[in-house]
């Protein structure tokens, strides 16, 4: 089984900035392809950013491209999300996930791609 545990959530400013880090442990057996998703009370589970296991690639949702930057610890399956110009629409649970998928190049972007997930931590900004 493999855990996933997020830290790095808190209370921050419009305009001000978070760092996210999500760590896996357990049995892994190789490199993931992680991805960092968010939940907002009320909505649904929507994709924040994708790196693949190589670090070679990432991709981003819509509405934090240019403000989030989502990064990985070598092949270590550790990642971050650095999260800058926060908007008080960012207030979210943000969730990690680690994909089982045997490819190093590929970004998963579906909730459903996903194998493991962390518990969440709470991002809230004020305005």
């Known amino acids: 089984q493999v855990q996933l545990v997020e830290s790095g959530g808190g209370l921050v400013q419009a305009g001000g900035s978070l760092r996210l880090s999500c760590a896996a442990s357990g049995r892994t057996s190789g490199t993931y392809p992680m991805g960092w998703f968010r939940q907002a009370p009320g909505t649904g589970r929507e994709f924040v950013a994708g790196?693949?296991?190589?670090?070679?690639?990432?991709y981003y949702g819509n509405t934090v491209e240019g403000r989030f930057t989502i990064s990985r610890d070598g092949f270590d399956n550790t990642a971050h999300l650095q999260m800058n110009g926060l908007k008080p629409e960012d207030t979210a649970v943000y969730y990690c996930?680690?994909?089982?998928?045997?490819?190093?190049?590929?970004?998963?972007?579906?909730?459903?791609?996903?194998?493991?997930w962390g518990q969440g931590t709470q991002v809230t900004v004020s305005s």
């Open positions: 996930a680690a994909a089982d998928l045997p490819v190093d190049t590929v970004v998963v972007v579906a909730a459903g791609g996903y194998d493991y």
């Open positions: 790196i693949s296991a190589n670090g070679n690639r990432t």
